[in-house]
């Protein structure tokens, strides 16, 4: 067994303190890393909002006068299905209720989409061409579209 000098006891504890010292820099690292992220996410998702806001402004989203009626209460069921889309609006009794008729429920469901999803011109059409892009806002008095 070697014995131990002071000299011996000295490099321990420098070697243990450079251990620490190096673990302590590390986590540091590691911690300016996710702030880092944290920070760069943050202001790029703020970023793209504010450009997909910017983009859409004066756009809606409403329901193709010449889509079929089936396929846009088959739209407004599949979006209203979705947790990620409020469809109360057009519920009896709300704003965007009346006037009570496919086209413009639909309208009002694919414009809370087309938001949603940042107003992806290509989101609005559907793969079908139920849904198109406008620059006349069409608000009614009691329904305001966004």
Known sequence: ME?????GIKKMVINTFNCKFELAMATLGLIFCALLLLFTSSAVSEAHANRAESA???KYCVANPTADEKVLL???QY????PLIDCKAIQPG???FEPNNTFFHA???FNIYYKFSHCAEDQCHH?????MVIT???STPECHFV
């Open 3 to 7: 014995h131990l000098t002071f000299t």
């Open 56 to 58: 859409s402004a004066g």
């Open 74 to 76: 088959g739209r407004i």
């Open 79 to 82: 979006y209203c299905s979705s």
């Open 94 to 96: 709300e704003a965007c």
């Open 107 to 109: 309208s009002v469901v």
């Open 127 to 131: 793969g079908d061409g139920s849904g």
């Open 136 to 138: 006349t806002d069409p």
